[in-house]
């Protein structure tokens, strides 16, 4: 069975983008160390992110885990869906309240729900037993809080936003997490794994 994590880039104050949905320098430990993200025969839209030793291990293991992205429709919209290819996994799903965009990619097996438990388990199946990724933000926090998410993963960057989209969405219930299991320093980053406390 698919375990589902929650994941994103996020500030020191919890924000994965300011109010303006600008993400600052929160990226920007994808482009400061001597490591490429992918060898030589790696995919094209990776081949520019050069990272920390640490960093690429990590982030290596992680995508070729990942089967599945969720995402919501801010980020779609901003990322253009990411042209039908997410950053890791072979399978995009969207969580919207409007239709997919008349026109976009008619080729790609992009489905879009309204329900978020909905695009989980449709994800849960296309990913078998490997890792569902659920962006976090609204979507994420809306997974988080109908029980949906095994662990939260977070790449800490070390910059203070004061406000901006909350790593969470607007959950406003407790939810108890177990202790890191995964905590690796990299160059502008901390990489940091939490199962979820059943």
Same mark, same amino acid.
């Given at each position: 069975? &698919?375990?589902?994590?929650?994941?994103?880039?996020?500030?020191?104050?919890?924000?994965?983008?300011?109010?303006?949905?600008?993400?600052?320098?929160?990226?920007?430990?994808?482009? =400061? %160390?001597?490591?490429?993200?992918?060898?030589?025969?790696?995919?094209?839209?990776?081949?520019?992110?050069?990272?920390?030793?640490?960093? &690429?291990?990590?982030?290596?293991?992680?995508?070729?885990?990942?089967?599945?992205?969720?995402?919501?429709?801010?980020?779609?919209?901003?990322? =253009? %869906?990411?042209?039908?290819?997410?950053? &890791?996994?072979?399978?995009?799903?969207?969580?919207?309240?409007?239709?997919?965009?008349?026109?976009?990619?008619?080729?790609?097996?992009?489905?879009?729900?309204?329900?978020?438990?909905?695009?989980?388990?449709? &994800?849960?199946?296309?990913?078998?037993?490997?890792?569902?990724?659920?962006?976090?933000?609204?979507?994420?926090?809306?997974?988080?809080?109908? %029980?949906?998410?095994?662990?939260?993963?977070?790449?800490?960057?070390?910059?203070?936003?004061?406000?901006?989209?909350?790593?969470?969405?607007?959950?406003?219930?407790?939810?108890?997490?177990?202790?890191?299991?995964?905590?690796?320093?990299?160059?502008?980053?901390?990489?940091?794994?939490?199962?979820?406390?059943?």
């Amino acid at each position: 069975m &698919a375990t589902v994590i929650m994941h994103a880039v996020v500030s020191l104050d919890g924000f994965i983008a300011d109010e303006r949905d600008d993400v600052g320098p929160l990226f920007d430990w994808y482009f =400061n %160390g001597d490591t490429p993200l992918v060898g030589e025969e790696g995919e094209q839209r990776h081949a520019r992110f050069r990272v920390g030793r640490r960093s &690429a291990d990590y982030v290596r293991g992680v995508w070729e885990r990942t089967a599945a992205t969720i995402q919501g429709r801010r980020l779609f919209d901003l990322t =253009n %869906g990411w042209e039908a290819e997410p950053p &890791a996994g072979e399978h995009l799903l969207v969580v919207s309240h409007r239709p997919k965009p008349r026109g976009w990619h008619p080729e790609a097996d992009v489905p879009f729900f309204t329900d978020v438990g909905a695009a989980v388990d449709e &994800a849960r199946r296309r990913a078998g037993d490997r890792v569902v990724a659920v962006c976090a933000g609204e979507v994420g926090g809306q997974a988080l809080a109908l %029980g949906l998410v095994d662990r939260v993963a977070m790449d800490v960057v070390p910059v203070v936003f004061g406000s901006g989209r909350r790593f969470f969405g607007s959950v406003d219930s407790r939810h108890l997490l177990e202790d890191p299991d995964v905590v690796i320093q990299g160059e502008r980053v901390l990489h940091l794994s939490f199962p979820v406390r059943r």
